[in-house]
C-alpha cells in the first residue's frame, strides 16, 4: 500500500501559498520551501487588481475583505492613463462608484504586507508545512521521483510532484523541464518607495505614462497607504539590452528633469534604495513536464500590457490545485497526466494574454495611442470599455478588434 504522494512547492510568493492554500482546502497536504524567512520584500509595483479579491474569495478565508481595508493597504478605485503628449484618460474600475459606501474593486499594499498576510493563511494550516530559509541549490530526477535541496544547509527532500512557484528565475523550471522558455517577451522593471510626490490621487488611482522614451513600457506612480507611493519603470528586456540603457540613470532623470514630473518630486523622499527584477511576460508555451508543473511568473504568466502578475500567480496555484485533486489518488504525475494543467490555464488566461500582447503592441505606435487615449475623452463606449479592462476580458477583445477603431475613429 503506497502512502500519500508528497506535493512539494519551491516558493512561497501568491503563485506558491495559493497552491497550499487551495490544496489544503481539499485536505492535500504540502511542504513549501522558500529561501526567503517571511516577511520578506519582493520587488513590485504592489497594485492588486480585483482578480486578488476574487482569489481570496474562493479561498473562503473568513474576513479576507479585513486586509484589504486595514492601514497598510490603499483602497483603488481606477487608473489613469496618460499619452506621450500628458494627455491624461481617467478611467475609473467601476462605473459611478462610491468610494465611502463600497469595497474598491483594487488595492494597492507593499508585497511585504500582503505576501506575509498570505503566509499567517498558510501557517494556520495544519496541512500545510512551511520550510523557509531554505534556497534549493539542486533538483535530480530518477525514475518517478525528485530528488531536490541544499547541500551546503544539509537539507535533503524527495517528492513525486514539484510545484515550481519559484519566480521569473526559476531554478526549478531550469533544471526540470524538458524544452527552455523563449525568453524574447520578458521586461526588466524598476521599483522605487517615496513619500511626498504631490498630485496622488485621493481615491488611490493608479497612473500609467507611457513616456516616449519607454514605449511600449511605461513609468508608474501607485499611491499607497500612509500618503507614500510606489514609483517605477519597466521596459522590454530586448530593447534594455540593444539601447544599453542604464534604467536606474533613466530613472533618475524622469523623476528630476522631466517637465511632468520635476515639480511632484521636488520635496520627495526616496525612502528604499531602488531594486530591479525581472517581469517574464505572456506565458511559456509548455508550463508541465514529468514531475513539475510551473506557476506564476516562472510560467511567465504576467499581463504584457498592465505588467499584473499577482492576480494570474494565485489562479494558476488554484489551477494546478485543482488538477492535483484528480491526479493524488493513483499518483500519475506524468507528462501525458500533467498537460491538462497547460489545458487549464490557457483555457482561462491565454485569450486574455494575446490580446494584452496587442495591446503592448499598439503602444509601439505612439501616435496611434495618444490618438485613441484623446478620442477616449470624449467617447463613453471607448472610455467604458477601458474602464472594464483590468476585470472583463470579453470587453478588452473589443480592444483588439480593427472594426472597433474604425468606430471611434468615424463616430463620435
Ligand atoms: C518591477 C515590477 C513591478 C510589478 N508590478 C506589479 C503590479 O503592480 N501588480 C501585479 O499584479 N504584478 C506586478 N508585478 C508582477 C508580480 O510581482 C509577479 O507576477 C508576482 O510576484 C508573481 O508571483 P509568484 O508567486 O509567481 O513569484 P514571486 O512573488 O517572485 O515568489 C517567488 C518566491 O520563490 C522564492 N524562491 C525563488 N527561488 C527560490 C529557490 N531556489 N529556493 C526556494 N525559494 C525560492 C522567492 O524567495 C519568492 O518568495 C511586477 C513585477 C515587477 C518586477
Given at each position: 500500500?503506497?502512502?500519500?504522494?508528497?506535493?512539494?512547492?519551491?516558493?512561497?510568493?501568491?503563485?506558491?501559498?495559493?497552491?497550499?492554500?487551495?490544496?489544503?482546502?481539499?485536505?492535500?497536504?504540502?511542504?513549501?520551501?522558500?529561501?526567503?524567512?517571511?516577511?520578506?520584500?519582493?520587488?513590485?509595483g504592489d497594485a492588486c487588481s480585483g482578480k486578488?479579491?476574487?482569489?481570496?474569495?474562493?479561498?473562503?478565508?473568513?474576513?479576507?475583505?479585513?486586509?484589504i481595508s486595514k492601514n497598510d493597504s490603499l483602497a483603488s478605485w481606477g487608473v489613469k492613463f496618460y499619452g506621450t503628449k500628458n494627455n491624461e484618460l481617467r478611467?475609473?474600475?467601476?462605473?459611478?462608484?462610491?468610494?465611502?459606501?463600497?469595497?474598491?474593486?483594487?488595492?494597492?499594499?507593499?508585497?511585504?504586507?500582503?505576501?506575509?498576510?498570505?503566509?499567517?493563511?498558510?501557517?494556520?494550516?495544519?496541512?500545510?508545512?512551511?520550510v523557509e530559509n531554505c534556497s534549493i541549490s539542486y533538483f535530480r530526477r530518477e525514475g518517478k521521483t525528485v530528488f531536490f535541496g541544499n547541500d551546503k544547509l544539509n537539507k535533503h527532500f524527495q517528492s513525486d510532484i514539484i510545484l515550481a512557484a519559484d519566480g521569473a528565475y526559476s531554478y526549478a523550471a531550469k533544471c526540470l523541464m524538458s524544452s527552455s522558455p523563449l525568453e524574447e517577451n520578458n521586461a526588466l522593471g524598476l521599483r522605487a518607495y517615496y513619500k511626498g510626490v504631490?498630485?496622488?490621487?485621493?481615491?488611490?488611482?493608479?497612473?500609467?505614462?507611457?513616456?516616449?522614451?519607454?514605449?511600449?513600457?511605461?513609468?508608474?506612480?501607485?499611491?499607497?497607504?500612509?500618503?507614500?507611493?510606489?514609483?517605477?519603470?519597466?521596459?522590454?528586456?530586448?530593447?534594455?539590452?540593444?539601447k544599453r540603457i542604464n534604467l536606474k540613470e533613466l530613472f533618475e532623470k524622469v523623476v528630476k528633469e522631466h517637465p511632468t514630473f520635476k515639480d511632484r518630486f521636488e520635496h520627495a523622499e526616496l525612502i528604499d534604495p531602488m531594486k530591479l527584477h525581472g517581469l517574464p511576460l505572456g506565458g511559456h508555451k509548455n508550463i508541465s513536464d514529468d514531475n513539475i508543473l510551473l506557476l506564476g511568473d516562472?510560467?511567465?504568466?504576467?499581463?504584457?500590457?498592465?505588467?499584473?502578475?499577482?492576480?494570474n500567480a494565485m489562479i494558476s496555484g488554484m489551477l494546478?490545485?485543482?488538477?492535483?485533486?484528480?491526479?493524488?489518488?493513483?499518483?500519475?504525475?506524468?507528462?501525458?497526466?500533467?498537460?491538462?494543467?497547460?489545458?487549464?490555464?490557457?483555457?482561462?488566461?491565454?485569450?486574455?494574454?494575446?490580446?494584452?500582447?496587442?495591446?503592448?503592441?499598439?503602444?509601439?505606435?505612439?501616435?496611434l495611442f495618444n490618438f485613441i487615449v484623446n478620442k477616449a475623452r470624449g467617447n463613453k463606449e471607448l472610455r467604458?470599455?477601458?474602464?472594464?479592462?483590468?476585470?472583463?476580458?470579453?470587453?478588452?477583445?473589443?480592444?483588439?478588434?480593427?472594426?472597433?477603431?474604425?468606430?471611434?475613429l468615424f463616430g463620435s
Amino acid at each position: 500500500m503506497q502512502g500519500q504522494a508528497k506535493i512539494h512547492i519551491i516558493g512561497a510568493g501568491p503563485a506558491g501559498a495559493s497552491a497550499a492554500l487551495f490544496l489544503a482546502k481539499h485536505g492535500i497536504a504540502s511542504v513549501i520551501i522558500d529561501k526567503a524567512s517571511f516577511p520578506r520584500d519582493k520587488v513590485c509595483g504592489d497594485a492588486c487588481s480585483g482578480k486578488v479579491a476574487w482569489v481570496l474569495k474562493k479561498l473562503d478565508i473568513p474576513n479576507w475583505q479585513e486586509f484589504i481595508s486595514k492601514n497598510d493597504s490603499l483602497a483603488s478605485w481606477g487608473v489613469k492613463f496618460y499619452g506621450t503628449k500628458n494627455n491624461e484618460l481617467r478611467v475609473p474600475f467601476k462605473l459611478n462608484y462610491k468610494a465611502e459606501a463600497e469595497l474598491a474593486p483594487g488595492f494597492i499594499a507593499k508585497r511585504i504586507d500582503f505576501d506575509n498576510y498570505l503566509i499567517s493563511l498558510v501557517k494556520k494550516e495544519s496541512l500545510i508545512e512551511l520550510v523557509e530559509n531554505c534556497s534549493i541549490s539542486y533538483f535530480r530526477r530518477e525514475g518517478k521521483t525528485v530528488f531536490f535541496g541544499n547541500d551546503k544547509l544539509n537539507k535533503h527532500f524527495q517528492s513525486d510532484i514539484i510545484l515550481a512557484a519559484d519566480g521569473a528565475y526559476s531554478y526549478a523550471a531550469k533544471c526540470l523541464m524538458s524544452s527552455s522558455p523563449l525568453e524574447e517577451n520578458n521586461a526588466l522593471g524598476l521599483r522605487a518607495y517615496y513619500k511626498g510626490v504631490k498630485g496622488l490621487d485621493k481615491d488611490g488611482f493608479i497612473e500609467l505614462h507611457f513616456l516616449e522614451e519607454l514605449l511600449p513600457g511605461y513609468f508608474w506612480i501607485f499611491p499607497l497607504a500612509n500618503g507614500e507611493a510606489n514609483v517605477g519603470l519597466g521596459m522590454k528586456s530586448d530593447l534594455v539590452k540593444k539601447k544599453r540603457i542604464n534604467l536606474k540613470e533613466l530613472f533618475e532623470k524622469v523623476v528630476k528633469e522631466h517637465p511632468t514630473f520635476k515639480d511632484r518630486f521636488e520635496h520627495a523622499e526616496l525612502i528604499d534604495p531602488m531594486k530591479l527584477h525581472g517581469l517574464p511576460l505572456g506565458g511559456h508555451k509548455n508550463i508541465s513536464d514529468d514531475n513539475i508543473l510551473l506557476l506564476g511568473d516562472a510560467a511567465a504568466l504576467i499581463d504584457p500590457f498592465t505588467g499584473e502578475g499577482i492576480g494570474n500567480a494565485m489562479i494558476s496555484g488554484m489551477l494546478a490545485a485543482e488538477l492535483l485533486i484528480d491526479l493524488v489518488p493513483d499518483r500519475n504525475f506524468s507528462k501525458e497526466a500533467l498537460v491538462a494543467y497547460d489545458k487549464l490555464v490557457y483555457r482561462r488566461l491565454a485569450n486574455e494574454l494575446k490580446l494584452s500582447k496587442k495591446m503592448q503592441d499598439l503602444t509601439s505606435y505612439p501616435w496611434l495611442f495618444n490618438f485613441i487615449v484623446n478620442k477616449a475623452r470624449g467617447n463613453k463606449e471607448l472610455r467604458e470599455t477601458i474602464s472594464c479592462m483590468f476585470e472583463n476580458v470579453d470587453l478588452r477583445k473589443k480592444l483588439s478588434n480593427p472594426l472597433f477603431y474604425l468606430r471611434v475613429l468615424f463616430g463620435s
